[in-house]
């Protein structure tokens, strides 16, 4: 009884390491039904066939890699370490007990150098989902999109301010198009040519990681960020897209590039799309509706001058093109401007004596203008598809998808925080974090049972 345990952790036993791992661990779930010899003709570029040493099986690598991020083990000295006393973690890489594990530099060369500026991780990922496609897993009639934001590896309180150019927005010339097209059949003549003045606009410029952006948003942290946008899939919340930009991009700038990229790479028949509140702008209402594709997006409140009615107290009417006040008074067409608004005035005159003016207009003209974009009607279609039954449903299954797929990834896989450095590299962690959130759910669904 007194006997120590040590004396037995010296006696030798005949055991193979295949043994000591249990027969429903994790990894072995995901050996048994993900083959990774695809990653071989992925990487095949970028090695040498008769130069240099023989390398690293590149798929033990990425193997090390999926152990980091399956287990949110951040340093790639500690992933070393770990994989040294873990036997499963062996196992899973093919290393017997006494094998020497791979050194932790390894990893970081071939980031650094082998794969950089090359797009081996978005295709090991893209393979992954077509994997679960193959597996049925993916739907591809509703998508999920939201943003989340990722502290970048830099001090909020070293930077400098540069004046950088605004990025034009990919829809200005159908929206120019809509604008001629609006005006002609109003009777106006089209707008004189301008040329365009370049905006810009000052920003902080992070001295430490320059790629991110400093974010400053109404109930969020501030500080210098990255926003990974990610799309689920309704049946099985499989991430089918990841896109990282800087914190200070907004939401909806990538939104309909990547749901094209998506619908082209993985032959998706896409019905209907949930989204929040941050994406409902016209330009995204107005791109969905010319994909044919339910838009259902969050409503976002607008809160008028206090003491003045809200625009929604004025009815539009479609087939008269004029606008109805409270006090039941016309509002007619009047021009359509540069930036895609039709305005439509109210009679000075009649308003003058309108007892409801003071809650109408502070103008001092006694004229009320009310402004509707040329593609309005998109948006009010995507306001109509939230408020239908198969909206609100599918506006429901957001919160567990998307939401769920962000709060897995943040407390069990450890993308709280950027751990390396620059766009690729934290596009790269958002990558393969999702990898690793993938092939998780389609080994637990191909054995389960």
């Given at each position: ?148 934001h990722l502290k970048a590896n830099a001090n909020k309180r070293k930077f400098v301010k540069e004046t950088v150019q605004v990025e034009t927005q990919d829809y200005i010339k159908e929206l120019d198009q809509a604008i001629e097209e609006d005006r002609k059949a109003h009777g106006k003549k089209p707008l004189p040519k301008k040329d365009k003045e370049v905006e810009v606009k000052e920003v902080k410029v992070s001295t430490t ?60 028949d896409l019905e209907a799309v949930g989204l929040d509140a941050g994406y409902l702008t016209v330009p995204i209402c107005h791109g969905l509706e010319k994909r044919k594709i339910m838009g259902v997006i969050a409503h976002r409140r607008f809160s008028p001058k206090k003491g003045l009615f809200p625009k929604w107290k004025y009815t539009y009417d479609v087939d008269s093109d004029t606008y109805t006040c409270p006090n039941a ?121």
């Open positions: 009884m007194l006997r120590p345990v040590r004396d037995k952790q010296i006696e030798l036993e005949m055991v193979s390491i295949d043994q000591l791992v249990p027969e429903d661990h994790l990894l072995r779930k995901i050996d048994d039904t993900i083959d990774f010899s695809f990653i071989y003709d992925k990487v095949r570029p970028f090695y040498s066939e008769d130069n240099g040493r023989p390398p690293v099986d590149p798929v033990m690598l990425f193997k090390m890699m999926f152990i980091g991020y399956l287990y949110g083990i951040r340093s790639e000295r500690q992933l070393e370490k770990e994989i040294q006393t873990n036997v499963a973690y062996r196992w899973f890489l093919g290393l017997g007990l006494l094998d020497s594990v791979p050194h932790h530099s390894t990893i970081s060369f071939n980031r650094h150098k082998r794969f950089k500026d090359t797009t081996v991780f978005q295709d090991v990922f893209d393979e992954i989902v077509l994997l679960a496609v193959e597996h049925r897993m993916v739907g591809g009639r509703v998508l999920f999109t939201d943003s989340t990681d320059k790629d991110s952006g400093y974010m400053f948003r109404e109930g969020k942290p501030e500080g210098f960020f990255y926003l990974d946008h990610r799309t689920t899939d309704l049946k099985f919340n499989i991430i089918t897209d990841v896109h990282v930009t800087p914190g200070n991009v907004h939401d909806s700038r990538p939104y309909l590039e990547r749901l094209d990229r998506q619908c082209q790479r993985f032959g998706f008074k016309t509002l007619t067409y009047s021009t359509t401007n540069r930036e895609g608004y039709r305005q439509y005035h109210s009679n000075p005159e009649t308003c003058k004596s309108c007892p409801l003016l003071s809650q109408c207009t502070a103008a001092k003209n006694h004229k009320k203008v009310i402004t509707r974009h040329v593609w309005e009607s998109s948006k009010e279609t995507v306001r109509d598809n939230r408020l239908s039954p198969e909206g609100k449903v599918i506006y429901k299954k957001r919160k567990e998808t998307i939401e769920r797929s962000f709060a897995d990834a943040k407390q069990l896989h450890g993308l709280r925080y950027c751990r390396l450095r620059g766009l690729k590299g934290a596009n790269e962690q958002a990558l393969m974090t999702a990898v690793a959130q993938n092939i998780k759910k389609i080994a637990n669904h191909l054995t389960r049972g």
